[in-house]
T-cell receptor, first 114, second 113 residues
Framework: EAQVTQNPRYLITVTGKKLTVTCSQNMNHEYMSWYRQDPGLGLRQIYYSMNVEVTDKGDVPEGYKVSRKEKRNFPLILESPSPNQTSLYFC?????????????FGPGTRLTVT | AQSVTQPDIHITVSEGASLELRCNYSYGATPYLFWYVQSPGQGLQLLLKYFSGDTLVQGIKGFEAEFKRSQSSFNLRKPSVHWSDAAEYFCAVGGSNTGKLIFGQGTTLQVKP
């Protein structure tokens, strides 16, 4: 089954404790992206990657890191989480070929930082 | 600037009634347009998309949307709403070969019995 998976689905942590949220897709997509969703703000892009070893900042990258060492994986790293990073996080992926750019989303990771 | 506006934050309709969710966009190039639905506690599911051609596109779950270039709009419609349609709906715009999508703030649909 074609899908985007994220782990963990729920995470409660404390300020300053490094964490990683994993994202994997099995559709051979070139493009992968991380979003955060907050009430009233819709989805805001954190980082994206257009291929292996190619990553770039989105609209709200502060406090986050990413890497793309393999095509299928795109982990999101919070080196020193803070309470304002409490949010619902989504990973998404797509092809980049014209006409095939719809994004497929993972189930989301709800992160709480206390 | 590139942006998507969904003017209605919340909409309530009665079951069986028709539905229209509005979406206006600002995009410098030829836009690719999408509607996604997010049920409570779930991820985003693609309802429909417009890349080119016929400006009236059909999607899943009985939804359709019409692209109107002159109005920079891509409104979502359904002739008869079901209780299971209660969810949050997001309009998004992107371009070819960039991957990036710009999302609206979402419209929450409540369905009355």
């Amino acid at each position: 089954e074609a899908q985007v998976t994220q782990n963990p689905r729920y995470l409660i942590t404390v300020t300053g404790k490094k964490l990683t949220v994993t994202c994997s897709q099995n559709m051979n997509h070139e493009y992968m992206s991380w979003y955060r969703q907050d009430p009233g703000l819709g989805l805001r892009q954190i980082y994206y990657s257009m291929n292996v070893e190619v990553t770039d900042k989105g609209d709200v990258p502060e406090g986050y890191k990413v890497s793309r060492k393999e095509k299928r994986n795109f982990p999101l790293i919070l080196e020193s989480p803070s309470p304002n990073q409490t949010s619902l996080y989504f990973c998404a992926s797509s092809h980049l070929t014209s006409g095939r750019v719809e994004q497929y989303f993972g189930p989301g990771t709800r992160l709480t930082v206390t | 600037a590139q942006s998507v506006t969904q003017p209605d934050i919340h909409i309530t309709v009665s079951e069986g009634a028709s539905l229209e969710l509005r979406c206006n966009y600002s995009y410098g190039a030829t836009p690719y347009l999408f509607w996604y639905v997010q049920s409570p506690g779930q991820g985003l599911q693609l309802l429909l998309k417009y890349f080119s051609g016929d400006t009236l596109v059909q999607g899943i779950k009985g939804f359709e949307a019409e692209f109107k270039r002159s109005q920079s709009s891509f409104n979502l419609r359904k002739p008869s709403v079901h209780w299971s349609d209660a969810a949050e709906y997001f309009c998004a715009v992107g371009g070819s070969n960039t991957g990036k999508l710009i999302f609206g703030q979402g419209t929450t649909l409540q369905v009355k019995p």
